[in-house]
């Protein structure tokens, strides 16, 4: 999900304001992520991990890892003892 405002604005009335429209969501509607944005700066929600990212527009190039979920990529994680298994 996707909430922009104008430059300058307030994004955690943005965020407030995309966290309104899940109640008319169906369930298997419900966001992973949301992102919002005054055109000069984004802030990822990860809906799963309440986690989230920030940054500007023209760091962008460094944070594209961040949305690779468009492309289907899935984070991974493993245990230490899982990995020295390996």
């Known amino acids: 999900m996707v909430e922009h405002k104008s430059r300058g604005k307030d994004l955690d009335k943005a965020f407030e304001q995309a966290l309104d429209y899940l109640p008319g969501l ?16 984004l802030r990822l929600y990860d809906m799963e991990t309440s986690s989230e990212t920030e940054f500007h527009l023209a760091e962008f ?20 003892a899982l990995s020295s298994t390996l």
Request: no cysteine.
């Open 26 to 41: 169906k369930e298997y509607e419900v966001p992973k992520y949301i992102l919002v944005s005054d055109f000069a700066r």
């Open 61 to 80: 190039p460094q944070n594209v890892h961040h949305f690779g979920f468009l492309a289907g990529y899935q984070k991974r994680t493993f245990s230490a």
